[in-house]
């Protein structure tokens, strides 16, 4: 059996940088080609810059290592997708089409699919949002993950690929800056109060959002992709939740060990985006599919969070 050779988009980002080192721990650090469109020089394993926008490119470094599985992460957000509509449609779907067409061409074994909960709207029920309601997103981005997760049903469909894909809630880690996420206050924040800085919050106070700790997100990405076929019983995105909460509890959770940590509050053109949202997501089809089952909770993120950007900012032995 041909060995596994796992090719990672969008490896530089919050997500890939994490998927990346797990799965060099799993598959070897020689079995994980590593790309992302910025160069990376003291990259530790095999690392390719690669833009996914291009067809030939991707196509040869899928040749070049003998490619047998794609994680495609690359992806502009919700926030900053807001800034150029037209090109961030461009690029999410073109990436994805490129994805699409070289693993159908080059028989790639398995594809992972990235979705998010940015694909609901406000026509639905926002608590306990359920697997599959009419998807009506307000953002460019969510637009692009609706139409995705259609795209990956009709490759498993036509083509019998076995691409498989989760819709994310904000994913919070302590390994990457905030990026263009309307959810990334929930890393910013923590930021802040290791460094001793006032925290201005671009969300309102009591706007809750379903959020998971990076460690859970991983961990239910990989429990998806090694579930045996047959059980997978939703091919356009599985809904995963971890927990939700507010700015204001976030902001209560972190005072336990901060207590003079300061907050203030500054809604910007981010919080339309986050009121579109769910306030928490039933995902109960993939629990009962999968067995899967969030480890963490509001408190114990917290303190892991806390514990690393210590580590990080102050070189205190975690
Ligand atoms: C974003 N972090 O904010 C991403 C995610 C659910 C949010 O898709 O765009």
């Excluded at 996914?52 to 919700?78: D, G, M, P, R, W």
């Excluded at 991983?218 to 090694?226: N, Q, S, V």
């Excluded at 003079?260 to 339309?272: A, L, T």
């Amino acid at each position: 059996m041909k060995s596994e050779k796992i090719l990672i988009t969008g490896a530089l980002g919050q997500l890939g940088t994490v998927l990346t080192n797990e799965l060099q721990k799993k598959y070897g650090i020689n079995s994980v080609i590593a790309t992302d469109l910025r160069p990376n020089f003291d990259f530790n394993g095999v690392f390719e810059t690669l833009d996914v926008t291009n067809f030939k490119a991707i196509e040869e470094c899928v040749i070049k290592h003998n490619v047998t599985q794609i994680y495609h992460l690359a992806a502009i957000l919700s926030a900053n997708g807001e800034k150029n509509p037209l090109k961030t449609w461009d690029i999410n779907m073109s990436t994805l089409f490129n994805v699409l067409e070289v693993s159908r061409l080059c028989n790639i074994n398995k594809i992972f699919y990235p979705s998010s909960i940015a694909v609901f709207g406000d026509e639905i029920e926002s608590v306990n949002t359920p697997q599959s309601p009419n998807l009506t997103p307000l953002t460019v981005y969510g637009m692009s993950k609706v139409a995705g997760e259609n795209w990956v049903n009709y490759y498993h469909k036509r083509y019998g690929l076995d691409i498989r894909s989760l819709r994310y809630p904000g994913v919070i880690g302590y390994q990457s800056l905030p990026g263009g996420g309307t959810t990334d206050y929930a890393v910013d924040i923590y930021h802040k109060a290791v460094n001793n800085e006032d925290f201005e919050c671009f969300l309102k106070a009591s706007t809750m959002l379903p959020m998971i700790f990076i460690d859970d997100a991983i961990r239910a990405t990989l429990e998806l992709m090694d579930a045996p076929r047959k059980i997978i019983s939703i091919r356009t995105s599985y809904n995963l939740a971890g927990m939700s909460f507010t700015p204001n509890e976030l902001y209560n959770s972190i005072r336990k060990t901060y207590p003079d940590f300061k907050i203030s509050y500054n809604p910007d053109f981010r919080q339309e985006i986050a009121d579109s949202w769910p306030k928490s997501i039933d995902d109960n089809t993939a629990r009962k599919d999968w067995g899967w089952k969030p480890n963490y909770d509001l408190d114990s993120m917290t303190n892991i969070m806390i514990q690393k950007l210590k580590a990080q900012y102050h070189s205190v032995v975690a």
